[in-house]
């Protein structure tokens, strides 16, 4: 069963099944898919870049980042296209984060696990009894 919930977009009830906003700012949604879709997808337009194609089609770089990430818009066939990593804001085609932030994050955890571990061997206490 559906539950109720506001829109996401405009704000108005409507009973939440798949998707977080009502059907006509999903329709909306959908015909400006088909308009940036439509200008990328011309020979001339591929190697357009993120603001590029807002300007040309008069949608949001927000969303045309969401379409990227949510995989709608291949960005392999699009090398333009970029999305910003969420920690230091570089242009990405992929994931959340670049590369470098990825790397750094994996031996900050790598790094922090030793520690912990390090640290629970210190406090382990062995109680002898005498015979």
Do not use: W
Not at 52 to 60: D, H, K, L, Y
Request: proline content about 2%; glycine content about 4%.
């Amino acid at each position: 069963m559906a539950d109720l919930a506001n829109c996401a977009h405009c704000g108005r009830l409507f009973a939440k099944a798949y998707r977080p906003v009502c059907n006509a700012c999903y329709n909306e949604e959908e015909k400006q898919y088909e308009v940036v879709y439509k200008f990328i997808k011309k020979k001339a337009n591929r190697e357009a870049s993120l603001l590029e194609v807002s300007e040309a089609t008069g949608v949001s770089e927000k969303t045309i980042s969401r379409f990227v990430k949510e995989g709608r818009i291949r960005a392999s066939q699009f090398p333009n296209l970029t999305y910003e990593c969420e920690h230091c804001g570089k242009g990405i085609q992929d994931g959340r984060m670049c590369d470098s932030c990825n790397s750094k994050l994996r031996k900050e955890l790598y790094t922090h696990d030793e520690l912990t571990q390090k640290q629970q061997v210190k406090e382990r206490i062995t109680y002898y009894t005498e015979k």
